[in-house]
C-alpha cells in the first residue's frame, strides 16, 4: 500500500494563479480531509468529505473548493492564489469505522506552496 | 467549541532526559483525546490516545493520561531518544464535524 499519496511536493504560484493539489489513497478509506498548516501554528481544517460525492466546510474554506466523485482521491482547488494561502498542506484518510474512529488518520507528506 | 491549548516550544533535551509536553482541553462532555507526532519532511501519524477519563494511552515508550478533573493531557516520556525530535500535537475531535482541532504543536529537540 502506497498509503496516501500528494502531489506535488513543492510549488511556486503567482498571485491570481490557479492549482489543483493532488491527493490519492489506496486503502479504501471513506473520510478525507484537507488541512493546512501556517508556520508555528496547528493544522486547520479546509475541507472533508465522509464518502463519494460528499464533503463539507472546514473552519478555513474561504479561497478553496473540492471535489470528491471517487473513494480514492479528493483534490483541492485553490482559484485565484493570493499571498495568504502560502502554507503546507496535508492530506488525510480515515476508514472512520467505530465510536470516532475518524479520529485515527493517515496523513500524506504535504505539498509546500508559496504564492509571491 | 472544543479547543485545545499546548505548551510552547521548541523544548530542547539531552538524550535519556524525562519529557514532558503540556495539553489542556476544552470540550463538551468527554471526546476521546489524541497525541500526533510529524517527523522532518514527514505527515503526521498517530502516537496514542485515550478514549475517556482516567484512561493512559501508551506508544513507544510515551504516556499521556486523560484527567477530567485538570482538563488536561500531557505527554510524558521517561527517557527521550534523539529520534524523538519531532513535532508534537495535541488534537480532539471538532464541535459538530467529524473531523479534528489541533494544538499549535510543540516541536522537542534532543540532544546528543
Redesign the interface.
Known sequence: NAG?TQTPKFRILKIGQSMTLQCTQDMNHN?M?W?RQDP????K?IY?S?GAGIT?K??VPNGYNVSRSTTEDFPLRLELAAPSQTSVY?C?STP?TG??G?????????TRLTVT | GNSVTQMEGPVTLSEEAFLTINCTYTATGYPSLFWYVQYPGEGLQLLLKATKADDKGSNKGFEATYRKETTSFHLEKGSVQVSDSAVYFCALPYTGRRALTFGSGTRLQVQP
Not at chain 1, 40 to 43: A, D, K
Not at chain 1, 102 to 110: C, D
Open positions: 496516501v473520510y480531509y488541512y508555528g501554528m496547528g493544522l481544517l472533508y465522509v463539507d472546514g473552519e496535508f488525510a472512520g465510536k470516532e475518524w479520529a485515527e488518520q493517515y496523513f500524506g507528506p504535504g
